[in-house]
């Protein structure tokens, strides 16, 4: 049985920082590409991160580039984004994904305000 169990999330003032992290089991998580995504009320889900299986071939959406890193412990078998410079529009539901085997996690929500 698949599973992503995202974490870190929370309430955080503008210009703080917040690392998100998943954990999976199920499936073997080191040779997945594993993304981020997340969804703002009102919005459409938007990709936040990829990262290919290996910790390398990074993608990130060009409102979180310089800001966001995504990373990967494959003996841990857990993803993390590490979130700096948070800004209000940051403020959605961050969902962990594995694109390839079509599962995710249930969010964790991420609220940026003063």
């Known amino acids: 049985q698949v599973q992503l169990v995202e974490s870190g999330g929370g309430l955080v003032q503008p210009g703080g920082s917040l690392r998100l992290s998943c954990a999976t089991s199920g499936f073997t998580f080191g040779r997945y590409m594993m993304s981020w995504y997340?969804?703002?009320?009102?919005?459409?889900?938007?990709?936040?991160?990829?990262?290919?299986?290996?910790?390398?071939?990074?993608?990130?959406?060009?409102s979180v580039k310089g800001r966001f890193t995504?990373?990967?412990?494959?003996?841990?078998?857990t993803l993390y984004l590490q979130m700096n410079s948070l800004k209000v529009e940051d403020t959605a539901v961050y969902y962990c994904v594995a694109p390839t085997i079509g599962s995710r996690g249930q969010g964790t929500q991420v609220t940026v305000s003063s």
Request: glycine share 12%.
């Open 38 to 62: 997340r969804q703002a009320p009102g919005k459409e889900r938007e990709l936040v991160a990829s990262l290919g299986p290996t910790g390398t071939n990074t993608n990130y959406a060009s």
């Open 70 to 77: 995504i990373s990967r412990d494959n003996g841990k078998n």
